[in-house]
């Protein structure tokens, strides 16, 4: 492979140049066995995946027929496998499905002008810095709402692996008719769906990393041919449209489009925020770099093939990008490759998965589901950070009570409110001289400090925005009121203040009229130059008299009156 790093002008929108030009016969065989295994993967995942989402079984082999392509084009990760993930899958189930009105036909233009949107966003995000756009889902929310999603993946396909109905509703709702009706329950899916999950069990454990789903489903298939089991009440996949799918734009009402942009947005924030952990992990395991600009265009590219081609939103799943990985992938050339098996499939060996038992998909989107559970890292969290844990859980109870994208929103306006609650009550210490060191520390944490004669020093952590300047005031003031009475000055230590905004240069303004009522000068230490000029600007230097930037807090205290 080349040396030549992801974000050099030469590859900027085709890096694709480059795993071409670096291309050799040893990595040519290892891309095509890669490719191969990933595609014995993805096959079966892939139909699964659209069943989870409601649509055609097909629509799933749409989708890493042309994603992997197009991503092989753009992308700038070596080892990324880009196809249908089991969270995205149950967004579209949850949120668009119903739009359809049972209309399968329109279900599917739905899901491909929702693949289309999360294209166009993701491209244009590159201009308006929507690379970092998926950071504002915290790895908090991602936990809870990962664990949430797996339980709820589950409820979704429990029915189909007890032979029973489906109903609609949230977790609990479906998880009670699933109770209610066990006296239904079928057992021949029951049979076929629990060996499945044994083997799966097993063979994991067995062969981890290997694409042994396929064996597991021709198995079912030749059990399910040689025994009729589908005269027998076994649900199958049934008739599989033989053909690449037609390329065209999603037949769509523009009144569905105001409905599909907030379904979209969440699509591209799960999309592009596991596609880019996921990238980079692996990036970090074999010592490269990815560009986060660039993979947002890879990203866009995929999920505009994959709308024109009938299927629904993707991204870089990490199960389907291990295997790839563990089968050698040095370059994007192996997603080509599966695309190629895809090809074939569709064009000559569909008709094989015609009697593939819906018990089986079932157990194959469980199995994915349970990797999505974090139990652990939850418990971590509520170790480390409280607050964070309960954000964790209004995602993961958000995902139970009210399905996928509502409980994702619920969940990120939950962490808003959190951050700007913090924001809004910033610490706010009392410093004092250290005479070992000279330097000026937390009074509460260091209690032999000494405090200068007639003098207060505390520091503000965070910027001074309009939320919280009051807050900020209002505290300054409570100190001072508990200070000794002989304070001359007070001066406030602004090296982690990294803005202060129009609202509270004037409140600023406001407490030093209020100090010098009393008596009191207030000072300004360790000013940035930004925040100075800003300051300025709002005509702080009326009441502070003289401000500069970069003033020590032993300078400030060299004005004391």
Request: hydrophobic share 50%; aromatic share 8%; proline share 5%.
């Amino acid at each position: 492979m080349s040396d030549e790093r992801p974000g050099d002008a030469k590859f900027a929108w085709a890096p694709a140049l480059r795993w071409v030009r670096g291309n050799t016969p040893q990595t040519l065989r290892l891309d095509l066995i890669a490719g191969l295994s990933l595609a014995a993967f993805v096959i079966p995942e892939s139909l699964a995946y659209a069943s989870l989402a409601q649509l055609p079984p097909v629509t799933g082999l749409y989708c890493y027929l042309v994603a992997g392509i197009a991503y092989a084009i753009f992308g700038t990760s070596r080892q990324l496998a880009v196809g249908p993930t089991s969270s995205l899958a149950i967004v579209i189930a949850t949120g668009v499905v119903a739009m359809a009105g049972g209309d399968a036909s329109r279900a599917i233009a739905l899901a491909s002008a929702v693949a289309l949107i999360v294209g166009f966003v993701s491209v244009a995000g590159r201009y308006v810095g929507l690379a970092n756009a998926a950071y504002f889902i915290s790895d908090s929310i991602l936990i809870g709402f990962k664990t949430g999603a797996a339980f709820y993946i589950a409820a979704t396909q429990l029915p189909k692996l007890f032979g029973l109905e489906s109903e609609g509703g949230n977790f609990f709702e479906r998880i009670g008719h699933v109770v209610l009706s066990l006296p239904e329950t079928h057992i021949l899916s029951l049979v076929i769906g629990l060996s499945a999950i044994v083997l799966f069990v097993v063979f994991e454990r067995t062969f981890p990393g290997r694409p042994t789903t396929l064996v597991v489903v021709f198995a079912a298939i030749f059990v399910m041919s040689v025994f009729g089991l589908a005269e027998k009440g076994v649900h199958i996949v049934g008739e599989l449209p033989t053909g690449l799918p037609r390329i065209g734009v999603p037949s769509i009402h523009v009144s569905d489009i105001s409905n599909l942009i907030p379904i979209a947005l969440a699509c591209f924030l799960l999309a592009y925020g596991e596609s880019i952990s996921v990238a980079r992990s692996f990036a970090q395991k074999h010592g490269y770099d990815v560009d986060p600009e660039q993979e947002l265009t890879a990203m866009g590219a995929a999920n505009i093939a994959t709308g024109f081609a009938h299927g629904f939103p993707v991204a870089g799943g990490m199960s389907q990008t291990a295997v790839n990985d563990l089968g050698g992938a040095s370059s994007p050339l192996a997603l080509v490759v599966t695309s190629g098996a895809i090809a074939l499939t569709l064009l000559f060996f569909a008709p094989l998965f015609h009697n593939l038992p819906a018990p089986l998909l079932a157990a194959i989107v469980l199995m994915a589901a349970s990797h999505l559970v974090k139990i652990e890292e939850l418990r971590q969290l509520r170790l480390a950070s409280r607050s964070e844990f309960l954000i964790a859980l209004i995602a993961l109870f958000g995902v139970l009570l009210f399905g996928m994208l509502d409980g994702l929103l619920l969940a990120a306006v939950g962490s808003l409110i959190m951050v700007i609650a913090r924001a809004s009550r910033p610490n706010i210490v009392v410093l004092g001289r250290d005479p070992a060191t000279g330097q000026y520390v937390n009074r509460a944490r260091y209690p032999g400090v000494k405090d200068p004669p007639g003098t207060l020093v505390v520091r503000s952590a965070g910027a001074w925005f309009y939320f919280n300047a009051e807050y900020i005031r209002r505290h300054i003031i409570g100190l001072v009121d508990n200070a000794p009475p002989d304070i001359k000055i007070v001066v406030i230590d602004c090296s982690i203040v990294p803005a202060i905004d129009t609202t509270a240069g004037m409140t600023l303004r406001t407490l030093a009229r209020s100090l010098a009522a009393r008596g009191i000068k207030l000072a300004l230490a360790e000013l940035r130059d930004d925040v100075l000029e800003d300051l300025k600007a709002v005509g702080a230097e009326q009441d502070l008299e003289s401000i500069a930037a970069h003033r020590t807090i032993d300078d400030c205290l060299q004005q004391a009156p």
